[in-house]
């Protein structure tokens, strides 16, 4: 009996020392994934778009930068692209007054509960359109349905429109609501828009179409 071989399988001992380097492991794992995404997720300065560093949340000031969406190849999805310098509301914002106005534009997207009909990056309903890349939408473009219903010659001074005056623009069956949005608050709400299209979501929403032709051959869009 003393010499009867005991598999391993079935040691105590070899279970124990197991569990505590697989628990070991995993912390160890879990700290480095912690500092991984929170350096990810970290938004990006105002010298990083002047030095072309790319950050997946660029700075504030991305609002004075074209923003376009193109087709990663190794990636396998479209990823935003920072161009170059565009007037935003036909003036160019300091980080103080672009930081400021993003501020505003996602505290009046709390305010009026946008995300009780809208999605938000992956959060919130979904009865009406999913604004994550709402502001490359193609019916906001030069040529786009929106641009031309409103009358207005930018997409951030056509957008502002309608959030300020929905019920003049019935562009889906489920209406947007008056929500009594000023001005101002509009001018935020675009920024945080424009802001929010830029940040590099792995793709998210799928099959997000950006061309005006698409959008008039009925392909896929956000809108």
Known sequence: ???ENVSVWTSIPFWRRSAAWVTGFATILLIWLTFDTLGQI????DA???NGVKKRVPAPTVINYHIDYKMDAKRGHEVPVIGEKQLFFGKEWSEKEAAELL??????????NCMNCHTLLGNGAYYAP??????????????GPLQAMTGKNTVEEAMAEFLQHPSQYPT???????LGITAEEAKGLV??????????TNGF?????KTVEQFKTGGTNAH
């Open 48 to 50: 990083d778009l002047k």
């Open 205 to 209: 929403p799928r099959n997000f179409s």
């Open 1 to 3: 009996m003393a010499n």
């Open 42 to 45: 970290s938004m990006g300065t």
């Open 103 to 112: 501020h505003l534009g996602k505290l009046t997207s709390q305010a009026k």
């Open 191 to 200: 920024a945080f828009l424009k802001h929010m299209s830029s940040i590099d």
């Open 130 to 143: 999913d604004l994550t890349k709402a502001w490359l939408d193609p019916a906001w473009q030069k040529g």
């Open 172 to 178: 889906h069956a489920r209406m947007m609501p008056d």
